[in-house]
């Protein structure tokens, strides 16, 4: 009998992968945009949906957490962090830090694995 392989059990987080294609659902909803509050909510509801729908293709044994933040550029700054209590063996993150003249956008990826 041929071994089944199950593509959607695939195990192996690529942080390279992952940041390449949320940094091109970045580009396609913020890119050529100017810093406008009244637009924040829906950029970043497309932003995580995208980059869910796109990580969710590549057929992994992960589940994923994405998180989004846009804020205005100012001389100011601003600072974010996160912490997780995971298996550091299976479970990976990625950072996507995007910026343009007007704003910041900063992308968090939480791959969890999904172990039978």
Known sequence: MD??????CEVGFNANEAHSIVKK???GV??????????????????????????????KAYKYIVTCVVVQRSPYGFHTAS???????????CTVRWTNRTMHCIVNVFAI????
């Open 113 to 116: 694995a999904i172990v039978p």
């Open 83 to 93: 912490s997780c209590f995971w298996d550091s063996t299976s479970d990976r993150t």
């Open 25 to 27: 659902c970045v580009d």
């Open 30 to 59: 913020l890119g050529g945009e100017d810093y406008n509050q009244n637009n924040t909510r829906q950029w970043t509801a497309r932003i995580v949906e995208q980059s869910l729908t796109h990580l969710a293709k590549l057929g």
């Open 3 to 8: 071994e089944y392989h199950c593509h959607c």
